[in-house]
Each structure stands twice: as structure tokens, then as C-alpha cells.
């Protein structure tokens, strides 16, 4: 798979993943530890009426998903005798928005889709893959997205 | 003491953080979070365009979290983000890279919908030990005004 083979407007799910409330304290105790996301009295007398996940679990939970995904493409291609090209790093992200509180218990489906694929002017041999990836609650609500980059190698002349 | 929306005027600036990076932390993070092998295998990394085990990304954003948390936001009234407006990795973070933060306050605006709050635009850059900037984050933050009803 290299960059010629995304297709803007293509779209996978990645999975899905229930945030339980000792994963969201566990996950804020190191990375972002605000009451909100590590106190569960506390969460609950803020305006988020209870514990929310930190929006770096959710953006990390994202990401793990996407590599799963990836990492099983390639496998399949390379046992079907394809190649497979190299991907990463990202130069960043933008437009990353936390839209809904992640409460504990909730189970999110992600998802990923493909914005843009082109060459990249300062490496020769790959491109820049833009992607959308999102999030969606168990009630169907949209609760993250953002707009990402990734480098991916083009496909060999 | 606890940090209210107005103690965050535009056009300041502040340093703070020291954090050093260990190779075991970048690879536990790396294969809960990131399992790719510039992250996790320093002879694999070596052939990546990263040129060495490196952390992911999200490790290093999780690092400034951290370090945001720790200096602003736990005594504060900050009510969360709504989200990143850009992020930008500009450099590899190996191991035993030592990290800090630089912060500027670009606008600080009170909310109209809600006038117990107001909303702080930072951005972030988070420095190596060469003085390099390894990351850039642009974000708002929501804080609880001083005479508003908070929490």
C-alpha cells in the first residue's frame, strides 16, 4: 500500500472502545491529572456533571486503533505477495476538537477518512496523506475529530 | 493560589517544566498507545526518517499535558478545551532528552454565552535540551472568571 492507493473520500472504522472510569483516572493520574478526569466527587460538582476522559485518551485510543488497523492491511497485503510501503512520521494535526464530554461508560466508535494525497515537495519518493479521523458516541453523536498528516511512501516507478 | 481566566493577559509569557525522557517510558507509552517500530526498536527506528528511537507523538503531547497541568491548571478554575487548534511536530524526542515549556498568552476573551467563564488562547512550545523546539500546540482554554460562578 502506498500513497497512490488512498483515495479521497474513503472511509474505515477503525473499532470501537469503552472508556471504563478506572481507565480514565488511571490514564489523567499520569498524563492530565485535572479533577475532572482523576476525582470522581469532584467531576461530578463540575459542570461536566461527572467523570470525563481526558481528550488526550481519546485522541491516544484513536491513534492505537489506526495502528491496529494499519498493521493488519499490511499484513494481509504482504501474505498476498504485495508491497507494502513505509508510513510515518506525522508533521502534526489541526482543527482537533473535543465536541462532547467522554463520560465513563461510553463506548466510542472511530473512525478515519481520506482528505488528501499528495506528493511531498521536500522528500522525494513520498507524500503527505491528510486524513479525518473521528469519533462517534453510543448515541450516534459525533464527540472528536481532527484533521491529520501523515508521510507515506509513493509507489516505486 | 488558584488561577482565575484574569490572570492570564494576552501577551504574556512564561517558562517552566523539566522534564527528562526515559527509553522505557517512550516504549511503554509507545506499545499501549503507538505500537510502530520507530517507537518501540532502536535498531528499526535507526532506518526510519526519525533516525533513532523516538517518542510518538502523542507521548509528547501527553508530556506538555503534563507539565501544563502540573504549572496552570490544577489550581485553577480551568473548565477543559474545546479542543487543539494545531499541533505541529517538528522534531524527534529521544531518550533522555530533557523538556521544557514556553508559553504565550495570545488572546484572552470572556465568553458571551457564558459569563462565569472566559476563554484563553495559548501557544504552547515545548524545547529540548539544545534549546530546540521539538513541538508546537495552539489551543483555548476555558477558565472560570474571578467574580463568576465557577466549578
Not at chain 2, 517558562?15 to 526498536?41: C, K, N, T, W
Not at chain 2, 514556553?102 to 470572556?110: C, K, V
Request: hydrophobic share 40%; net charge neutral.
Amino acid at each position: 500500500m502506498f500513497l497512490e492507493d488512498f483515495i479521497p473520500g474513503d472511509r474505515v472504522m477503525l473499532g470501537s472502545h469503552t472508556f471504563t472510569a478506572e481507565e480514565i483516572i488511571a490514564f489523567a493520574g499520569t498524563h492530565d491529572p485535572q479533577p475532572f478526569h482523576i476525582d470522581p466527587e469532584a467531576a461530578r460538582r463540575s459542570h461536566f456533571g461527572g467523570l470525563v476522559a481526558s481528550g488526550w485518551h481519546t485522541a491516544a485510543i484513536w491513534m492505537r486503533l489506526n495502528v491496529a488497523y494499519m498493521g493488519h492491511v499490511a499484513r494481509a497485503r504482504l501474505a498476498s505477495g504485495e508491497s507494502m510501503g513505509r508510513m510515518g512520521p506525522s508533521p502534526g494535526f489541526r482543527d482537533m476538537k473535543w465536541t462532547k464530554p467522554v463520560h465513563a461508560g461510553d463506548t466510542l466508535a472511530y473512525g478515519v477518512e481520506i482528505v488528501e494525497a499528495r506528493a511531498s515537495a521536500s522528500r522525494p519518493g513520498w507524500g503527505v496523506l491528510t486524513h479525518r479521523a473521528f469519533a462517534t458516541n453510543q448515541k450516534g453523536e459525533e464527540v472528536f475529530s481532527f484533521i491529520g498528516t501523515v508521510m507515506v511512501e509513493r509507489r516505486p516507478d | 493560589m488558584t488561577l482565575f481566566f484574569e490572570d492570564f493577559p494576552p501577551g504574556e509569557t512564561a517558562e517552566y517544566g523539566d522534564r527528562i525522557v526515559s527509553r522505557e517510558e517512550i516504549i511503554a507509552f509507545a506499545a499501549r498507545y503507538d505500537p510502530q517500530p520507530m517507537h518501540l526498536d532502536e535498531t528499526a527506528a535507526a532506518k526510519t526518517l526519525l533516525g533513532g528511537l523516538a517518542a510518538s507523538g502523542w507521548h509528547t503531547a501527553c508530556l506538555l499535558m503534563r507539565m501544563n497541568a502540573d504549572q496552570m491548571l490544577r489550581d485553577s478554575t480551568s473548565m477543559g478545551a474545546p479542543g487543539i487548534d494545531e499541533l505541529k511536530w517538528l522534531r524527534p524526542v529521544h531518550p533522555g532528552d530533557r523538556l521544557r515549556v514556553r508559553r504565550a498568552t495570545l488572546e484572552a476573551r470572556p465568553s458571551n454565552s457564558r459569563p462565569e467563564m472566559g476563554l484563553v488562547s495559548f501557544l504552547f512550545e515545548v524545547l529540548n535540551q539544545r534549546g530546540e523546539t521539538v513541538m508546537t500546540q495552539r489551543n483555548t482554554i476555558m477558565f472560570g472568571r474571578r467574580n463568576g460562578e465557577t466549578g
